[in-house]
């Protein structure tokens, strides 16, 4: 039935009797116009879905911020027994395991872009960089399997008793090598953002004009000054763009971090200690809250990592539109 | 000085399997300008790329022959690609300032490639470049602004005085006024003529106006090859071939 | 002529350069080849690990309990199939439509803010994703697959429109031109020449999207939960391969872990078929 209708719809009406019936005009525009509105309706829903997010999470968290107030913002405490409720010790594990992250990855990131636009043949090029491409194919609970069965362990016998030895009066480095923790998840998330950076930086460096690097070459420059002159200099806020997108990549991914990062929800300086971020908190606490505060304020932690993430990946997509928007208009 | 800075002997230069210059021998004197003509896809940017050693840049491009640059072959053994092009300067199509640097720092960066950081030495060199460049009066008082907030005219004087600030005694030139206005292009000629006291120029040109206004020599490239080359009043008027003279008075091109 | 030229590096600072530039182009070299590893190395692993437990069992039965051996994740296999054919009911039509007025009507600023919109749905994190759903739907009809199948759908959507809307923008312009001129009304234009033009890179695109979708987590988590065993309708809690793996992960019972790399497993040579598949007919099309 409904596909007799859609053939008749569709197909069924030959060209030719359009043709030929120019004074139907009216049946012409009012296919045109079924049409226009269902597709402008389809694209503005996805506007509205943007909108119904914000509103009925901020709805669903308004318990939480008339109850706790400020000190849901302030306070590092997160206890159903006492009721007590605050998002910090969750934002410092969100903030500190994406920036450890995003430090790891853009030194590769930036350098794999470099090897492969400027200096690989291509036949090598192609197959590298395949290979870096399907690491953002690869699930987050696989990579979440892997970091909690192998990155971890790895870290606990071979790089943390080695930190330890020889950094182990420096803060950020001390207390039980467990291979969980904060620096697993930083190194597990640098992994899963690397071809995010490297891809959008390829982008970039890829719209900076040949001539560019002809100039340093023709002035006199060497492979690596050439890069840096004319690749790196130029393409620097198209570069940092890229790395803010990973960095909100970093900042939203839950399964991965939730497997690795030990789901602690205290503040601690040092990186080899359990920590817990906005996203892994959610993952581990919102199908079993004990109370409709304690959910309220989960929402709430929501919220906040949904604007944190739109605001950071709206500067991100502003910055690569402009840089984007600028080699086409200028040279 | 007298006598030949360039020398080319039996030059041919590919891409992949293309054979865009087909034994091209051709020699410059100081303080002299060459203009090399010929429709477009004749090899002659291709030629002149090979005379700083940045045609092998180009994936899939080499080329073979000899170039003596002041009496050194620049593709013997033993020479670097890097070293050739600090003594051979370029000047291309589009005027292409770095972005990211200011208009001081465009002219100086040769010069600190090069591995001078004294500043008096640096703004000393900067200054005679870009009043060599005529660019002086125009941009003194905002050397610290970045060199693309210039107009194109500008901006190619820029990378003249770029070139120029490393002395090199050799600036080649690839149709350096085609992307320009006519205003611009004449200030571009003038100072081609007057450069010629301090360096020799190879230009690369599709305007046959341009070629007659400034060069000495001029030499027609066709196909790859070298076709004619001799003193441009002569080239232009009586030309000894035949395809010469069909190209100067429009017969194809 | 006696030449001052010296064209061969022998400077001290040449040489330094010269060094540099060498070292540092083998520094990114290693930098490459360092990226190009976690891939290789997880791959390797996941499939080690998975293949052996790969056994008729894992595709047809049901978990057994903790502590004891054997069973599979036939309910996951299942519930994972069941919500990610529900979510393209939704999510392919709707984001195709969405993908489509941005290419063919959308110009000026209304269209930017909605491709602005749609870029940021994108980057919504997967968990908030969930939330949404948690308010929209599970508060009033519980846990379930159609809760679960509509927060996969609100990821796929944005991910299908742009990949439409890039594709269709691929289309000369003189083709619609072409169609308009005969008389055709534009809808017919879109429907009947534009798209069966590019259909084969659009189902790319799709197949894509099925395969980011597929591995989801975050937003089934609290939407459709998980199921230790088959799910009775599609209104009721539902297994699904990425919660059954992680739950197993957690477990700390050595033969769930087994079973939860078999899985992943799945999911990897899922996610793999349909990448290397898409790339071998962009290739192919291409050559």
Redesign the interface.
Same mark, same amino acid.
């Given at each position: 039935m409904v596909t007799e209708l859609v053939e008749k719809l569709f197909f069924t009406r030959e060209i030719s009797e359009e043709i030929s019936l120019p004074l139907k005009k009216r049946d012409v525009h009012f296919g045109d116009k079924v049409f226009y509105y269902l597709l402008k309706g389809a694209s503005w829903g996805i506007v509205f879905l943007l909108l119904a997010m914000v509103g009925l999470i901020l709805k669903m968290s308004w318990p939480a911020f008339s109850t706790l107030g400020w000190t849901f913002f302030t306070s590092a405490e997160w206890n159903s027994w006492t009721q007590e409720f605050g998002v910090l010790s969750f934002i410092y594990g969100t903030v500190i395991s994406s920036l450890l992250a995003v430090a790891f990855a853009v030194p590769v990131s930036v350098g794999v872009a470099l090897f492969l636009n400027e200096l690989a043949p291509s036949w090598l090029a192609r197959p590298l960089g395949f290979l870096i491409e399907m690491l953002a194919a690869i699930p987050s609970i696989v990579y979440g399997l892997w970091g909690l069965f192998v990155l971890a362990p790895l870290l606990r016998t071979y790089v943390q008793p080695v930190l330890l030895d020889y950094f182990g009066w420096f803060p950020l480095f001390q207390g039980p090598p467990l291979g969980v923790g904060m620096l697993c998840a930083g190194v597990l998330l640098a992994i899963m953002i690397t071809p995010t950076i490297s891809a959008m930086t390829r982008e970039v460096f890829k719209a900076i004009p040949v001539s560019h690097r002809e100039a340093a070459l023709g002035l006199g420059a060497t492979r690596w000054e050439m890069l840096k002159l004319a690749v790196l200099k130029t393409g620097t806020s198209g570069i940092i763009g890229a790395v803010i997108l990973g960095l909100g990549r970093a900042l939203g991914e839950t399964m991965a971090v939730t497997m690795v990062i030990g789901n602690k929800s205290e503040i601690h300086l040092s990186l080899f200690e359990s920590g817990q971020t906005m996203a892994s908190i959610l993952a581990n606490q919102y199908a079993e809250a004990d109370s409709d505060l304690q959910l309220a304020a989960l929402t709430a932690v929501g919220l906040t990592l949904f604007m944190v993430s739109l605001i950071i990946n709206s500067i991100a997509r502003f910055i690569v539109w402009k840089v984007e928007k600028g080699f086409k208009g200028g040279k | 000085m007298d006598?030949e800075v360039l020398k080319v002997e039996k030059l041919n230069a590919y891409f992949n399997d293309f054979h865009a210059v087909k034994d091209v021998d051709l020699s410059v004197n100081y303080h002299e300008v060459v203009a090399l003509i010929g429709p477009s896809g004749c090899g002659k940017s291709t030629f002149i790329r090979c005379l700083?050693r940045?045609h092998e840049?180009v994936?899939g491009a080499r080329c073979t022959g000899n170039v003596w640059?002041?009496? $050194?072959n620049?593709y013997?053994k033993?020479?670097?690609p890097?070293?050739?092009?600090?003594?051979v %300067?370029?000047v291309? $199509?589009?005027p292409?300032p770095?972005?990211?640097?200011s208009i001081f720092d465009n002219v100086a960066? %040769?010069l600190r490639?090069?591995?001078v950081t004294k500043k008096s030495v640096l703004s000393e060199a900067v200054e005679e470049a870009l009043r060599k460049s005529a660019l002086w009066t125009e941009v003194k008082d905002k050397l610290k602004k970045p060199g693309?907030g210039l107009s194109g005219g500008q901006q190619q004087r820029l990378?003249i005085a770029?070139?120029l600030a490393?002395k090199p005694?050799v600036i080649l030139m690839d149709e350096p006024t085609s992307a320009l206005d006519p205003i611009s292009t004449a200030k571009i000629e003038e100072l081609i003529v007057e450069l010629k006291n301090d360096v020799t120029v190879v230009i690369v040109t599709h305007n046959m106006q341009q070629a007659s206004r400034i060069s000495g020599r001029t030499a027609f490239f066709l196909l790859g090859e070298l076709i004619e080359y001799g003193k441009t009043s002569k080239i232009f008027t009586k030309p000894q071939n035949l395809k010469t003279e069909q190209y100067i008075t429009g017969r194809f091109g | 002529m006696a030449s001052k030229l010296n064209l061969k590096v022998t400077s001290f600072t040449d040489r330094k350069r010269k060094l540099k530039s060498q070292l540092i182009i083998g520094v990114l070299l290693f930098l490459a080849l360092l990226a190009c590893f976690p891939f290789l190395f997880i791959s390797a692993y996941v499939i080690s690990k998975g293949i052996g437990s790969l056994d008729w069992a894992f595709f047809t039965q049901l978990p057994k309990g903790p502590g004891e051996t054997g069973g599979g994740m036939a309910n996951a296999i299942l519930g994972s199939g069941t919500m990610v054919l529900m979510c393209c009911l939704l999510g392919i039509p709707w984001g195709m439509a969405a993908g489509i007025y941005l290419s063919e009507y959308g110009e000026g600023k209304t269209a930017r803010i909605l491709r602005f919109a749609t870029d940021l749905l994108t980057s919504v994190p997967s968990i908030v994703v969930g939330i949404f759903i948690y308010g929209l739907i599970v508060i009033y009809f519980g846990f379930s697959a159609h809760a679960g199948a509509t927060a996969l759908a609100v990821i796929m959507l944005p991910i299908v429109a742009r990949s439409t809307e890039e594709i269709l923008k691929l289309i000369p312009n003189h083709i619609r031109e072409a169609g308009l001129a005969l008389g055709i009304p534009r809808w017919k234009v879109i429907l009947r020449i534009l798209v069966p033009g590019c259909v084969g890179a659009l189902v790319t695109g799709v197949m894509l999207a099925i395969a980011r979708v597929a591995g989801e987590t975050a937003p089934l988590l609290f939407t459709a939960l998980g199921n230790q065993f088959f799910a009775d309708s599609l209104s009721q809690p539902t297994a699904s391969l990425p919660v059954q793996i992680y739950n197993f992960a957690k477990s700390g019972f050595p033969d769930l872990e087994r079973q939860a790399w078999a899985g992943a497993l799945i999911l990897v040579l899922f996610v793999f078929v349909i990448n290397f598949g898409t790339r071998a007919f962009i290739y192919y099309k291409k050559s």
């Open positions: - | 006598g700083n940045l840049e994936p640059l002041d009496g $050194q620049i013997g033993g020479v670097d890097v070293v050739v092009r600090r003594n %300067g370029m291309f $199509q589009k292409n770095f972005p990211g640097l960066v %040769g490639l090069a591995g693309t990378c770029r070139a490393v005694p | -």
